[in-house]
T-cell receptor, first 118, second 114 residues
Framework: AQSVAQPEDQVNVAEGNPLTVKCTYS??????LFWYVQYPNRGLQFLLKYITGDNLVKGSYGFEAEFNKSQTSFHLKKPSALVSDSALYFCAVRDIRAGGTSYGKLTFGQGTILTVHP | KAGVTQTPRYLIKTRGQQVTLSCSPI?????VSWYQQTPGQGLQFLFEYFSETQRNKGNFPGRFSGRQFSNSRSEMNVSTLELGDSALYLCASSLGGLKNTEAFFGQGTRLTVV
């Protein structure tokens, strides 16, 4: 079974400071990892993904994430936070070795509320 | 390129009724997945359809069902609604391969059961 943990329910940072939103995962095979952002009363917007290759992946709106296989982590980062980054962030995983049982299925963490203060 | 479209955006139903939600995927996408989002349970996978066939199913009761049409549009149905079915229902579309790319989500249908 696959699972995702986002250990922080809330993260607060000041505008202009770097931000990190943490994510750890558990899969039986190799993971495909994703970050999504959700604004109030909206769907999820894709930020970035890790499939294979470089451990540091870059995504939309200046976000990046670092894949660490030994620590089974995929933390979301941004060098300089903006007030407009305030939202709910979800980490998700798909176990690509699960075969047909993983089709279409993303397993999400519980989400982290990011608040960026002016 | 149009995104994923879900209709209606908001819905209020009474306990015991049934409801049908609709999802139109991104053009060219053949996979449609459905998720339920609630404050208590977070995002939970309902089911996934590809080329009109259900390929995967989450742990929801049989009251939750879906289907996909030949144009890849999908509907999900919930029968005998319960108060606990109140949630944001999200639809996501993707190309559909196992090693496919990311899923793109619609804005959701907010279902309130009273």
């Amino acid at each position: 079974a696959q699972s995702v943990a986002q250990p922080e329910d809330q993260v607060n940072v000041a505008e202009g400071n770097p931000l990190t939103v943490k994510c750890t995962y558990s899969v039986s095979g190799n993971p495909y990892l994703f970050w999504y952002v959700q604004y109030p009363n909206r769907g999820l917007q894709f930020l970035l993904k890790y499939i294979t290759g470089d451990n540091l992946v870059k995504g939309s709106y200046g976000f990046e994430a670092e894949f660490n296989k030994s620590q089974t982590s995929f933390h979301l980062k941004k060098p300089s936070a903006l007030v407009s980054d305030s939202a709910l962030y979800f980490c998700a995983v798909r176990d690509i070795r699960a075969g047909g049982t993983s089709y279409g299925k993303l397993t999400f963490g519980q989400g982290t509320i990011l608040t960026v203060h002016p | 390129k149009a995104g994923v479209t879900q209709t209606p955006r908001y819905l209020i139903k009474t306990r015991g009724q049934q409801v049908t939600l609709s999802c139109s995927p991104i053009s060219g996408h053949r996979s449609v997945s459905w998720y339920q989002q609630t404050p208590g349970q977070g995002l939970q996978f309902l089911f996934e359809y590809f080329s009109e066939t259900q390929r995967n199913k989450g742990n929801f009761p049989g009251r939750f069902s879906g289907r996909q049409f030949s144009n890849s549009r999908s509907e999900m149905n919930v029968s005998t609604l319960e108060l606990g079915d109140s949630a944001l229902y999200l639809c996501a579309s993707s190309l559909g391969g196992l090693k496919n790319t990311e899923a793109f989500f619609g804005q959701g249908t907010r279902l309130t059961v009273v």
